[in-house]
């Protein structure tokens, strides 16, 4: 498809500007001012608004197909949550208007959405207090092993490392890492999924800062024995870390504050339906336990007597500042949007409803493509194409088939511990039909792969570039054009 450039006709024109009458400027400093003229290209409307809506077109989103990434909760956002973040009164505020007295009238709606917020993720999650500073779920990882430090250093305890299991999303242990902690990896047990408890004992002790747990975790197992796993860290004062990016399967059913959790993030892009994905807006709130409220970030936001809310900063035990003013303040609106739209029955229907729909999946593929926990998965479930592999098709070559039957791919070679994996998450949002045209799609790829494969090799076909080297393309990026050797 040719780039805008190389549509542009000389001379054609979209607008034409009435001359110009104010005069040039010749004081100008010679080192900045252009000697050519500029390179523009030349079109008329009608032309740029096809090449624009060609473009949209071929953009694949939510609001276009499935979108099964495994891990990343790519649902249905409503658009209704939207409409409300985009109110006059929320998107004209500027952060350092005053709280109180006059221009309070213009902040004190704002403050009530992070107070109201705030103790609704409370009540969700079983913790005592939130902030919702963090700007996405590793940084909410960053943000919690950093009030462990807190907590571990004004109680004189030496602690100097951080137990996360094998299947961890890469943020664990990175942010685990920043924070300044070494990192040791605790085995999964391959015959239930869930975190191998003996392995855990043997490992834990003096040294042990926290355990950093995703339940369910990204093989979309349960952890079930996980009061034996917090009673085992509060003998050795290692805190309970819950990374909530899977908190769409619980919701309503089970609150990791319940089960002893010290600390949590959540995600609000994944589980309270806000758009994300390619970098971003993100959400990472950061739940405690009363005993680690004093180490939170600032500012925090406090009710007073008199039923009006203030920004308070005086903490003297805080970490401090985590991200500029008060988070993604437009994507906790449409969370808190999405929370009482939906109200605590809605909820418990969504993690209803996403385990449903992955464990359907799961049943009709367990045939076709080996499961190396068939007997049921919570809201997202993992297979492996090893049986396809030996064949010469792997997980990529079926990724990149799905892409030709219409069907953004899901995450693969992820959790790393399951060979040739394929990690389906299908949201709560999404129909029979459509799940059902996913399974057929899934079931022509493996039949293709013992029949011909070396068709799937060739996949895509149906995209204007196929596959693309990404490792050179993120270490060794060249964005300049030079189709027509005019712009560069
Ligand atoms: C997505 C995810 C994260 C990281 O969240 P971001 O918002 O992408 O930074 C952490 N843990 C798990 C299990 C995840 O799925």
């Known amino acids: ?173 990175s942010s685990a890492a920043t924070a300044g902690y070494s990192v040791r990896v605790v085995p999964t047990s391959r015959k239930t999924g869930a975190i191998d408890f003996p392995a855990l004992e043997s490992m834990m002790g003096e040294q042990t800062a926290a355990l950093m747990l995703t339940n369910p975790n990204t093989l979309g197992i349960f952890i079930s024995d996980i009061e034996k796993i917090s009673a085992l860290a509060r003998a050795h004062d290692c805190l309970m870390y819950y990374d909530g990016a899977n908190l769409n399967a619980v919701l309503g059913r089970f609150r990791p504050g319940d089960a002893l959790f010290d600390i949590v993030h959540v995600n609000l892009h994944k589980t309270f339906g806000t758009p994300h994905g390619g970098g971003g807006p993100g959400s990472g709130p950061v739940g405690v336990k009363q005993h680690l409220e004093k180490f939170l970030p600032i500012s925090r936001v406090i009710k007073r007597d008199d039923n009006t809310y203030a920004l308070n900063y005086d903490y003297r035990d805080s970490i401090g500042y985590v991200a500029p003013f008060y988070g993604n303040f437009a994507v906790c609106l449409k969370a808190y949007a999405y929370i009482l739209s939906l109200g605590a029955e809605g909820l418990r229907r969504v993690s209803a409803n996403a385990v449903l729909n992955a464990n359907y999946i799961l049943h009709s593929l367990k045939e076709a493509y080996h499961a190396p926990y068939p007997d049921g998965c919570m809201h997202e479930c993992v297979l492996s194409a090893k049986s396809q592999a030996k064949e010469g098709v792997r997980a990529v070559d079926i990724a990149k088939a799905l892409i030709d039957e219409g069907f953004h791919p899901p995450t693969i070679y992820f959790p790393i511990i399951v060979k040739e994996a394929l990690m389906i998450e299908p949201t709560e949002t999404e129909n029979k039909e459509t799940l059902d045209s996913f399974i057929e799609a899934m079931i022509r790829i493996a039949g293709k792969a013992e029949t011909c494969p070396e068709k799937l090799h060739a996949a895509p076909l149906s995209t204007p570039v196929g596959r693309l080297n990404e490792t050179k393309a993120a270490r060794d990026m060249d964005l300049c054009y030079r189709g027509s050797g005019k712009v560069c």
Request: charged share 25%.
């Open 1 to 173: 498809m040719p780039v805008i450039f190389e549509k542009s006709v000389p001379g054609r024109r979209g607008v034409r500007l009435p001359e110009s009458d104010v005069p040039v400027s010749t004081r100008t400093d010679a080192l900045y001012a252009r000697s050519t003229e500029l390179d523009l290209c030349e079109l008329s409307e009608l032309d740029v608004v096809r090449h624009f809506t060609d473009l949209s077109r071929k953009n694949y989103g939510v609001d276009t197909n499935f979108y099964p990434l495994g891990s990343c909760t790519m649902k249905y956002n409503p658009k209704v949550c939207e409409e409300i973040a985009r109110l006059d009164g929320f998107t004209l505020l500027h952060p350092l208007l005053p709280q109180l007295r006059r221009g309070g009238l213009l902040t004190q709606g704002a403050l009530a959405v992070v107070y109201e917020l705030e103790q609704l993720l409370c009540e969700i999650t079983g913790m005592d207090a939130f902030t919702l500073q963090p700007l996405a779920g590793a940084h909410g990882e960053l943000t919690g092993m950093m009030l462990v430090a807190a907590y571990q250093k004004h109680k004189n305890n030496k602690k100097s490392e951080i137990l996360i299991p094998d299947e961890a999303h890469g943020t664990n242990p």
